[in-house]
């Protein structure tokens, strides 16, 4: 590379827009170079974008990368330009300014042709200094062409030699950094793999942790529950049906236990009291204190409600089960789906269909319970409850369906203590 340079002439490191030696030298798509302020400020006055060279056009202004080897040479250049003297040597004739390797070549001329007078006096001692002159420009004319064309190749060859490296070694550089990404994310999904194996474990021991401390507490729920029952039970009260309230497609019993709904409409009147929508019916007994618990009889029926209801809810077309419209039930629909009312609508889990379910109601502690009474489990409890006026037991038998299925009654039973 040194050899190279040192052959190297001014006019292969000119840009052709100074027309002076590269600085911070860059290439453009098209392959040519130029000095990186020449080439920004010739494109913010020249548009379209075109190369100056060979007019190349680009539709966007292209990015400028930095020509490294050019740069290299460019600066390696000015430091060998820089060790020539100031007062450098000039042709007598032409004014040009000599190189020093070229005044070394002249110099060698003269001791030739001093050599050549002394040796061969055949010379003619009438040729003139210009002459001599001539002749020496001519040798170094050439010489220069000589040197240039082998500096060219030279250059050439160095050039792609070192493109070639440079290629070389980059793609080297990429496929060691490939293989080093390879390796930290094989790495990395090794050990989210493992760390996503130990977090599903640890959900499924908590989730089992969780499923059998709710079944825990559960069972001893229920067996609370089901020692209460009997405690609960000693609150009986005795309800009938207030046929006033009935919707005129119920059919109640003569001595009021008994609902089931006809799906016949019976000529009644509409008084402010009735239900005109929902197949329900309120008792005639009322409680605005205490506690109070009674049975119905479910069996053989598909779909019921059953609960509580207080005074002022609204009667007269489509009503709402639920405690913020002034209902505290529970239900089954299709003839396994047991639900609260909570608003949303809770879904219950029993281990049996309930043939006989009982009601119980503390005014004072907000409370409203719902048991099995066959099975003495525990169904369901609302709490916290805001009573501030009478309620009622109310019954909703819903209408036959399915070929009868549903024309069951409920009926009001006593408590068999």
């Not at 005074?311 to 405690?323: C, D």
Request: charged share 25%; hydrophobic share 35%; net charge negative.
């Amino acid at each position: 590379m040194s050899a190279a340079s040192s052959l190297l002439t001014e006019d292969q490191f000119l840009c052709s827009i100074c027309l002076d030696v590269f600085t911070d030298p860059v290439t453009i798509p098209c392959g040519h170079n130029f000095c990186k302020a020449c080439i920004t400020d010739h494109w913010d006055i020249d548009l379209p974008y075109q190369c100056p060279t060979c007019r190349k056009g680009f539709n966007m202004k292209p990015k400028l990368q930095v020509n490294t080897l050019i740069s290299e040479m460019a600066a390696k250049f000015r430091q060998s330009a820089q060790l020539i003297p100031e007062e450098v040597p000039r042709d007598v004739y032409s004014g040009f300014k000599l190189k020093t390797w070229m005044f070394f070549l002249a110099c060698l001329m003269c001791v030739f042709m001093a050599w050549m007078v002394s040796e061969q006096k055949k010379i003619e001692l009438c040729k003139t200094q210009a002459e001599i002159l001539q002749m020496i420009q001519k040798e170094i004319k050439h010489s220069m062409e000589l040197s240039n064309e082998d500096t060219n190749r030279q250059m050439l060859t160095t050039l792609k030699e070192s493109f070639e490296r440079s290629q070389a070694e980059l793609i080297e550089t990429i496929k060691e950094k490939q293989k080093t990404t390879e390796k930290l994310a094989e790495g990395f999904v090794k050990d989210l793999k493992q760390e996503i194996s130990e977090l599903k474990k640890r959900i499924t021991e908590v989730e089992q942790l969780y499923v059998a401390q709710q079944e825990k507490l559960r069972k001893q729920k229920n067996l609370l529950h089901e020692s209460d029952l009997k405690r609960v039970q000693q609150y009986e009260v005795d309800v009938t049906l207030d046929p006033d309230t009935a919707h005129p497609d119920l059919i109640l019993s003569d001595d009021g236990k008994q609902v089931h709904d006809s799906d016949a409409w019976q000529n009644l009147p509409d008084n402010p009291e009735r239900f005109n929508y929902s197949s329900s019916v309120l008792a005639k007994q009322s409680f605005s204190s205490g506690r109070f618990y009674y049975e119905v009889q479910v069996k053989g029926k598909i779909y019921w409600w059953l609960g509580v209801a207080r005074e002022s809810v609204n009667r007269k077309g489509e009503i709402t089960l639920s405690p913020q419209d002034g209902y505290w039930t529970i239900s089954l629909t299709n003839g396994d789906s047991y639900y609260a009312g909570a608003d949303p609508d809770v879904r219950l889990s029993l281990k049996s269909r309930p043939q006989k379910v009982g009601v119980f109601v503390d005014y004072e502690e907000g409370l409203v319970s719902f048991y099995d009474v066959d099975a003495e489990a525990f169904i369901y409890s609302y709490t916290g409850c805001s009573f501030t006026e009478k309620v009622y037991p109310y019954f909703d038998p819903f209408v036959p369906c399915d070929g009868g299925k549903n024309s069951a009654p409920l009926i009001i039973s006593p408590v068999s203590l």
